[in-house]
């Protein structure tokens, strides 16, 4: 137990090493991650590392989608939610069939139930691989609303195919109308589940007397009780965690005060890169322990159909892509919907964004050993092997291409008609001006009273000013400006650290104290940087 806990120590020290270097490549770190644990599984030390799959699903992918489902936003998912459906269900389970036809017709000896299988496995877009990725490419936010939005829903319907293949081969039997109505019930189910474990904590959170601390473990433990939940009745824990963690964080702003909201998003943003850093990296841990499982077949076969099998996914879900593109100009003319001619730009990145992950490995881990009556699970370790491959090269090769294919194909942002950077000075104009208004009609008798009412409507005036003269400046005069405030103001705020740390050596000064001032200086300097990021950018 000591030794384990060592080895996963240096783990975590190599994954931030790895990512470090993927910064300064300035690469997508899951790719960079992967391609180390591969190095690393050529080593005594770490080759010997395995994934237990039941502790993939349990430990590892509740907080994950859960994190995914907190920062996706309700209001994009909903408008995007024909094409998010379209992608998680109907996409997933016509890819799962292309594969089961296509490996039973390439692989010698595979049966189209064991084609099913391996499609149910290899057929969605990895939640947490696809996010991660597109979060580090500039592309519009319709599409990575989409992407994100499908990557939370199509875990839960190829794992659904791939527990009935499963059955399938275990039992030899298959009823297509039980088949139906258990899939309707496992994914109704999991959302029902998934809603009302939210609205419990819900009811936590808002009525009960939580400290911020209680706030934070309460939010730590909401995802693994949602899923352990649907998952006790058979039901869908993915949809569960899915559908919960969407209410939830619509909710955000009624059940969580603003101690609570600001530490939750470090501890998350902590724990979900931890999370991230170790799976990529034992995914890429994993060659070993495959290829040697692969019996009779040959490495060379065994690369053979991994390629086939990848090359067919990828082409795969380009066609899908544009033929939802050109499913949704044809339902344009019946209803209402968010893109009526979505062209071939964006369907292509969508189409190419289809890196596969853990989720994947983790289904193929979880293939039993035996069936009835102790015989060996037909072509287990080609399953595998072909999973892990699949992984390899969607990743690597569409996760690597990805920033080249986006700059080639210039997919149009047709549905942000205010660019990002206009929209954070009409925010930061009207607020201004609300507050202004505010104080003018309500308290406009504390101004002359209370001299720090009155510094406020000044500053708040100043600002008011700033955002009407950005019309009538040229976009260098703004940029100069700001930049010699940043200068500034940052050296003010230095100054007063130099100052705090000063007084911090002299012994009349509790050092408690100095913390929370030394915290809010970083606060400061931190709404700084992140608004001045934005005032710059060119139109």
């Given at each position: 137990?000591?030794?384990?806990?060592?080895?996963?120590?240096?783990?975590?020290?190599?994954?931030?090493?790895?990512?470090?270097?993927?910064?300064?490549?300035?690469?997508?770190?899951?790719?960079?991650?992967?391609?180390?644990?591969?190095?690393?599984?050529?080593?005594?030390?770490?080759?010997?590392?395995?994934?237990?799959?039941?502790?993939?699903?349990?430990?590892?992918l509740p907080p994950l989608l859960y994190e995914a489902a907190w920062q996706t936003s309700w209001k994009e998912f909903w408008r995007w939610r024909r094409v998010i459906t379209s992608f998680a269900f109907p996409i997933v389970i016509l890819?799962?069939?292309?594969?089961?036809?296509?490996?039973?017709?390439?692989?010698?000896?595979?049966?189209?139930?064991?084609?099913?299988?391996?499609?149910?496995?290899?057929?969605?877009?990895?939640?947490?691989?696809?996010?991660?990725?597109?979060?580090?490419?500039?592309?519009?936010?319709?599409?990575?609303?989409?992407?994100?939005?499908?990557?939370?829903?199509?875990?839960?319907?190829?794992?659904?195919?791939?527990?009935?293949?499963?059955?399938?081969?275990?039992?030899?039997?298959?009823?297509?109308?039980?088949?139906?109505?258990?899939?309707?019930?496992?994914?109704?189910?999991?959302?029902?589940?998934?809603?009302?474990?939210?609205?419990?904590?819900?009811?936590?959170?808002?009525?009960?007397?939580?400290?911020?601390?209680?706030?934070?473990?309460?939010?730590?433990?909401?995802?693994?009780?949602?899923?352990?939940?649907?998952?006790?009745?058979?039901?869908?824990?993915?949809?569960?965690?899915?559908?919960?963690?969407?209410?939830?964080?619509?909710?955000?702003?009624?059940?969580?005060?603003?101690?609570?909201?600001?530490?939750?998003?470090?501890?998350?943003?902590?724990?979900?890169?931890?999370?991230?850093?170790?799976?990529?990296?034992?995914?890429?841990?994993?060659?070993?322990?495959?290829?040697?499982?692969?019996?009779?077949?040959?490495?060379?076969?065994?690369?053979?159909?991994?390629?086939?099998?990848?090359?067919?996914?990828?082409?795969?879900?380009?066609?899908?892509?544009?033929?939802?593109?050109?499913?949704?100009?044809?339902?344009?003319?019946?209803?209402?919907?968010?893109?009526?001619?979505?062209?071939?730009?964006?369907?292509?990145?969508?189409?190419?964004?289809?890196?596969?992950?853990?989720?994947?490995?983790?289904?193929?881990?979880?293939?039993?050993?035996?069936?009835?009556?102790?015989?060996?699970?037909?072509?287990?370790?080609?399953?595998?092997?072909?999973?892990?491959?699949?992984?390899?090269?969607?990743?690597?090769?569409?996760?690597?291409?990805?920033?080249?294919?986006?700059?080639?194909?210039?997919?149009?942002?047709?549905?942000?008609?205010?660019p990002e950077h206009k929209q954070e000075r009409i925010i930061q104009k009207k607020m201004a001006q609300a507050s202004l208004q505010l104080l003018e009609e309500k308290y406009s008798e504390e101004r002359v009273k209370n001299e720090h009412?009155?510094?406020?409507?000044?500053?708040?005036?100043?600002?008011?000013?700033?955002?009407?003269?950005?019309?009538?400046?040229?976009?260098?005069?703004?940029?100069?400006?700001?930049?010699?405030?940043?200068?500034?103001?940052?050296?003010?705020?230095?100054?007063?650290?130099?100052?705090?740390?000063?007084?911090?050596?002299?012994?009349?000064?509790?050092?408690?104290?100095?913390?929370?001032?030394?915290?809010?200086?970083?606060?400061?300097?931190?709404?700084?940087?992140?608004?001045?990021?934005?005032?710059?950018?060119?139109?």
């Open positions: 137990m000591h030794s384990l806990l060592i080895q996963y120590v240096f783990l975590i020290l190599i994954i931030l090493a790895l990512v470090m270097i993927a910064n300064k490549l300035r690469l997508a770190y899951p790719i960079v991650l992967v391609i180390g644990g591969l190095a690393l599984s050529f080593t005594s030390a770490f080759s010997h590392v395995t994934i237990d799959p039941e502790l993939v699903f349990f430990l590892f890819t799962s069939c292309v594969i089961a036809f296509v490996s039973s017709a390439f692989i010698p000896g595979f049966t189209l139930a064991l084609g099913f299988l391996l499609g149910g496995i290899i057929s969605p877009p990895d939640a947490i691989s696809a996010t991660t990725i597109m979060r580090g490419v500039k592309v519009s936010k319709s599409l990575v609303s989409i992407v994100e939005g499908e990557s939370l829903l199509n875990d839960a319907s190829s794992l659904i195919v791939f527990r009935f293949a499963l059955a399938t081969i275990v039992t030899g039997q298959f009823h297509f109308r039980e088949a139906a109505t258990s899939f309707v019930l496992v994914v109704c189910m999991g959302i029902l589940i998934g809603l009302l474990v939210g609205l419990i904590f819900y009811a936590i959170h808002r009525w009960l007397p939580t400290t911020t601390s209680i706030e934070i473990v309460l939010m730590l433990i909401t995802p693994y009780c949602m899923y352990y939940s649907a998952e006790h009745f058979h039901f869908s824990g993915v949809l569960a965690v899915v559908s919960g963690g969407l209410f939830l964080s619509s909710k955000r702003q009624h059940m969580l005060t603003y101690q609570s909201r600001i530490q939750g998003i470090t501890v998350w943003t902590n724990l979900v890169f931890v999370l991230n850093g170790l799976i990529f990296l034992l995914i890429g841990l994993q060659l070993p322990s495959i290829t040697q499982q692969l019996g009779d077949i040959s490495i060379a076969s065994a690369i053979e159909y991994g390629l086939g099998i990848s090359l067919v996914l990828i082409f795969t879900r380009l066609l899908c892509t544009f033929g939802a593109s050109y499913f949704t100009r044809f339902m344009s003319r019946f209803i209402t919907v968010a893109d009526d001619n979505p062209g071939w730009r964006g369907p292509f990145v969508l189409g190419w964004a289809g890196m596969r992950g853990v989720v994947s490995l983790a289904a193929a881990l979880s293939i039993p050993l035996l069936i009835d009556e102790g015989q060996p699970f037909p072509y287990r370790n080609l399953i595998l092997f072909i999973t892990f491959i699949v992984i390899l090269v969607t990743l690597v090769f569409q996760g690597l291409t990805l920033p080249w294919v986006i700059r080639k194909v210039r997919p149009e942002d047709k549905y942000s008609p205010i009412v009155n510094n406020l409507f000044a500053r708040l005036q100043i600002d008011l000013n700033f955002f009407q003269q950005d019309s009538e400046e040229s976009n260098h005069a703004i940029q100069n400006t700001l930049t010699s405030f940043q200068r500034i103001y940052l050296d003010l705020l230095e100054q007063q650290r130099k100052l705090l740390y000063q007084m911090n050596r002299h012994s009349e000064f509790d050092e408690e104290l100095i913390r929370k001032y030394l915290s809010l200086i970083d606060i400061e300097e931190f709404k700084l940087r992140e608004k001045l990021a934005h005032e710059v950018e060119p139109t």
